[in-house]
């Protein structure tokens, strides 16, 4: 079983940059299809961008298109969230995932595992 870990999150001022890291151990994800996710208090959790296992094809929600891009690097084991031009309402716990599956997910319940989150927290 995966084991994923968020880490690059923080207090960053509006208009600001953050690139978001998620760590793969136990087992190799490139095979997986992964997306990053986000959660504010009191709402959903959203999905925000996803890559394919080779990185060949990705996804970005409406809210983050054209300012976040996802990337991946398999032989690090590690996917990224290069978060620009960022927001107040980009204030949030970001979270990685993983699924068995090379295709990528729109679907929060496509994914079968799950890191532990990052706090991202934008300024006005």
């Known amino acids: 079983q995966v084991q994923l870990v968020e880490s690059g999150g923080g207090l960053v001022q509006a208009g600001g940059s953050l690139r978001l890291s998620c760590a793969a151990s136990r087992r190799t994800i490139s095979r997986s299809a992964m997306g990053w996710f986000r959660q504010a208090p009191g709402k959903e959790r959203d999905i925000l961008a996803a890559i394919s296992s080779r990185g060949f094809s990705t996804y970005y929600a409406d809210s983050v298109k054209g300012r976040f891009t996802i990337s991946r690097d398999n032989a690090m084991n590690t996917v990224y969230l290069q978060m620009n031009s960022l927001k107040p309402e980009d204030t949030a716990v970001y979270y990685c995932?993983?699924?068995?599956?090379?295709?990528?997910?729109?679907?929060?319940?496509?994914?079968?595992?799950w890191g532990q989150g990052t706090q991202v927290t934008v300024s006005s």
């Open positions: 995932a993983a699924r068995d599956s090379v295709y990528i997910s729109h679907a929060r319940d496509g994914y079968e595992y």
